[in-house]
């Protein structure tokens, strides 16, 4: 009703009663148990209260895996009943020399890292934590990609699952917001990151950002974790 007949304010009971009447004779749709219509044989995208989800945050020895980059350092926290946790955090020799510019931000020197695991050894507890959970992150791509290429290089593994970002979920969510990163949602949200540009610290605000947005948008309608890609800015309200 909203995006096809172009009626974004049509009552509930008239918008099922027309997508009944367009669909319900149609094979290659079907409806689901939650009143939802979906293709004939596509997988059903899971609810968001069945979800557990994972935020990462990884620090990495520079900004590209392609390039040769290597993790230094990696959190993952989770969230229960609207409270983020830490569950795993290490750091991670990258077995590489740590690049001036990288330490001064984060503080992570060749000798902190010195006796710290490779990843290699760390890969089995990282698959475990992130198993059946949506890998989400602060610009997920960055995250994804180096756990993707170490990984691949010590386990001979492609990461694949759900993925959420909370920039792009912001960039939905809160329009008007000038800026999205972690420190101004951070702040938008009304508390501060001790240890900034440490990966524990960085991914508990993550989870705490995630949790608040999460919320948002399921005032705003969103059910399945499909919902959350395909919320519209004009549809979603900015917190006072």
Known sequence: MRDVLALPRAPR???????AALLAGDPRVTRLSDG??????AAASPPLDACRFAVVDVEATGTSPRRGHRVLEI?????????ARLAYETLV???????????RLTGIT??????????????????????GRVFVAH??????????AELLRTRSLLLQGPR???VRLARRLLPPLASRTLDALAHYFGFEIVGRHRAGPDALAAARIFAELLDIAKRRGAVTLADLGQMRNAECGVRN
């Open 13 to 19: 009971g008239l918008a099922d009663r027309v997508a």
């Open 36 to 41: 939802r219509w979906a293709l004939a044989g």
């Open 75 to 83: 959190a993952v926290a989770t969230i229960a009943d609207g409270k």
């Open 93 to 103: 020799n990258p077995e590489q020399p740590i690049a001036p510019l990288v330490a």
């Open 110 to 131: 060749d000798q902190l890292v010195r006796d710290a695991p490779r990843f290699d050894g760390i890969a089995d507890v990282v698959l475990a934590t992130l198993a």
């Open 139 to 148: 610009n997920v791509r960055f995250d994804w990609a180096f756990l993707g």
């Open 164 to 166: 959420a970002c909370t």
